[in-house]
Antibody, heavy 119, light 110 residues
Framework: QLHLQESGPGLVKPSETLSLTCTVS??????????WAWIRQPPGRGLEWIGT???????YYNPSLKSRITISVDTSKNQFSLKLSSVTAADTAVYYC???????????WGQGTLVTVSS | QTVVTQEPSFSVSPGGTVTLTCGLS?????????PSWYQQTPGQAPRTLIY???IRSSGVPDRFSGSILGNKAALTITGAQADDESDYYC??????????FGGGTKLAVL
């Protein structure tokens, strides 16, 4: 059964770069049939798609975040990563990673990790 | 920028039927948007309910169903139960690799 797990610092200072990694187990990240996504949820608010990557390296980013996002993949480690630069308090959120199918649905999801932006 | 609209809140009586909708600020939702629906309870990751408009995810009870109603995607819960009280989110595929979440509907069962 496929399992995704987010990891990274829980606290990031304003203006710095948020870095998270999603480790995929129970299956290969190199499947041509799937993409891999980052989604976030600020406390008490709704879900927001951040971006998506294919193992080939193709990426798609939320236009509202595009200038600050880099998503990359490491097939040797079965991982993909998120970097969000110049963070502010508005970037405080639970960050989820998920698999995105060709039919454009997210499943499974990681458990999520809370990242707080504060000095 | 395209906004995906959902009712902010809804209530249903136990055993009742409720239909939540997912629309676009401009235009109509169709099957080519591949509507999907997710259920989220506090502190938990979202759970996939429906994808590709009307396909139930594995293990989802058949009292959850998806459809296109008029110009919106719809999630219908038939025979609502207490543990259906959750937040529900829809997702639409906008083309070019872009997806957009709706703002979510908080469903109360009372």
């Amino acid at each position: 059964q496929l399992h995704l797990q987010e990891s990274g610092p829980g606290l990031v200072k304003p203006s710095e770069t948020l870095s998270l990694t999603c480790t995929v187990s129970g299956g290969s990240i190199s499947s041509s049939n799937y993409y891999w996504a980052w989604i976030r949820q600020p406390p008490g608010r709704g879900l927001e798609w951040i971006g998506t990557i294919h193992y080939s390296g193709s990426t798609y980013y939320n236009p509202s975040l595009k200038s600050r996002i880099t998503i990359s993949v490491d097939t040797s480690k079965n991982q993909f990563s998120l970097k969000l630069s110049s963070v502010t308090a508005a970037d405080t959120a639970v960050y989820y990673c998920a698999r995105l199918s060709q039919k454009n649905w997210f499943d499974p999801w990681g458990q999520g990790t809370l990242v707080t932006v504060s000095s | 920028q395209t906004v995906v609209t959902q009712e902010p809140s809804f209530s249903v009586s136990p055993g009742g039927t409720v239909t939540l909708t997912c629309g676009l600020s401009s235009g109509s939702v169709s099957t080519t948007h591949y509507p999907s629906w997710y259920q989220q309870t506090p502190g938990q990751a979202p759970r996939t309910l429906i994808y590709s408009t009307n396909i139930r995810s594995s293990g989802v009870p058949d009292r959850f169903s998806g459809s296109i109603l008029g110009n919106k995607a719809a999630l219908t819960i038939t025979g609502a139960q207490a543990d259906d009280e959750s937040d529900y989110y829809c997702v639409l595929y906008m083309g070019g690799g872009l997806v957009v979440f709706g703002g979510g509907t908080k469903l109360a069962v009372l």
